[in-house]
């Protein structure tokens, strides 16, 4: 049981290159998260998912593209990435949408665009 | 809208010593949870604890403690007897329905680092 696996763990991308982050989770949750978390802002939520098909915008979206083709599987795109960009990525999921229930994080992905 | 204020951007203790890491939040809804984080150097998220809108004990888990006043908003984490160890990040956040995603609202954390 591997919880919440993030690929890669680190890229350097050039402006105006895209990039597709992988979050994979093995304990079929249902609701899955990505967020960003830059210095001194604490971490901000991008895109979030309550189920396989859908995607939402959180508070952050713009930039980003996301999907959900398969329930483990939350995929968080930049098209053309901005040095704005640069930040920790980090993608979560949660068994279902209740309010009580935990959200699991995974490692985290390092990302700096020059 | 929900807010979750984390005043204390660092703190530094030496070791042997309790600190009390301080977190307020704003929310308008009666059922809401609250969690704490903690972000080691390594940099993933570790899960402490999440306490329900109407549970008002504190909680005492080992060195750990947790005070919620719902009185004055807020879920204050303290640390007795700090260790290196507990040197890391540490986040306060708030789940409430709004919406379809029960989504959470982080404070900015708080940096603790415990010294000998």
């Known amino acids: 049981n591997a919880g919440v696996t993030q690929t890669p763990k680190f890229r350097v991308l050039k402006t105006g290159q895209s990039m597709t982050l992988l979050c994979a989770q093995d304990?079929?949750?249902?609701?899955m998260y990505w967020y960003r978390q830059d210095p001194g802002m604490g971490l901000r939520l991008i895109h979030y998912?309550?189920?396989?098909?859908?995607?939402a915008k959180g508070e952050v979206p713009d930039g980003y593209n996301v999907s959900r083709l398969k329930k483990q599987n939350f995929l968080l795109g930049l098209e053309s990435a901005a040095p704005s960009q640069t930040s920790v990525y980090f993608c979560a999921s949660r068994e279902s949408g209740t309010v009580a229930d935990t959200q699991y994080f995974g490692p985290g992905t390092r990302l700096t665009v020059l | 809208a929900q807010k979750v204020t984390q005043a204390q951007t660092e703190i530094s203790v030496v070791e042997k010593e309790d600190v009390t890491l301080d977190c307020v939040y704003e929310t308008r809804d009666t059922t809401y949870y609250l969690f704490w984080y903690k972000q080691p150097p390594s940099g993933e998220l570790v899960f402490l604890i999440r306490?329900?809108?109407?549970?008002?004990q504190n909680e005492i888990s080992g060195r750990y403690s947790w005070n919620f006043q719902k009185s004055t908003s807020s879920f204050n984490f303290t640390i007795t007897a700090s260790q290196v160890v507990d040197s890391a990040v540490y986040f306060c956040?708030?789940?409430?329905?709004?919406?379809?995603?029960?989504?959470?609202?982080f404070g900015t954390g708080t940096q603790l680092k415990v010294e000998l």
């Open positions: 998912s309550v189920g396989e098909g859908t995607t």
């Open positions: 306490r329900n809108s109407f549970d008002e």
């Open positions: 956040a708030l789940s409430e329905p709004t919406g379809g995603g029960n989504k959470l609202t």
């Open positions: 304990m079929n949750h249902e609701y």
